[in-house]
């Protein structure tokens, strides 16, 4: 991705059409094409698919073991009384 420009493209679903626009910066709305539906893929694709992919492996013991625990902040609020009622 060397040489590309980073640029923000805020894109949106109207609620009355339903159709994907992007958003200008001087508030005008382009109509985006339709993607389409998704290609059918077979279990097997899927699977390959999601071994090949380095930034997200496939769970095993070894790495489960690293995991760590996300703290949940509602329940700890909670307990310590720092939730208004």
Known sequence: ???LTRCLIIA???KTDGKLVRIFPD??????PDPGPLPKRTEVEINAAALADPN???R????????KRIPQVKVMRR????TPA
């Open 60 to 67: 095993t013991p070894e790495r489960e073991k690293r995991l």
């Open 12 to 14: 949106r679903r109207r």
């Open 56 to 58: 997200n492996p496939p």
């Open 27 to 32: 508030g005008r709305e382009e109509v985006l």
């Open 79 to 82: 307990a310590l009384g720092l």
């Open 1 to 3: 991705m060397r040489g």
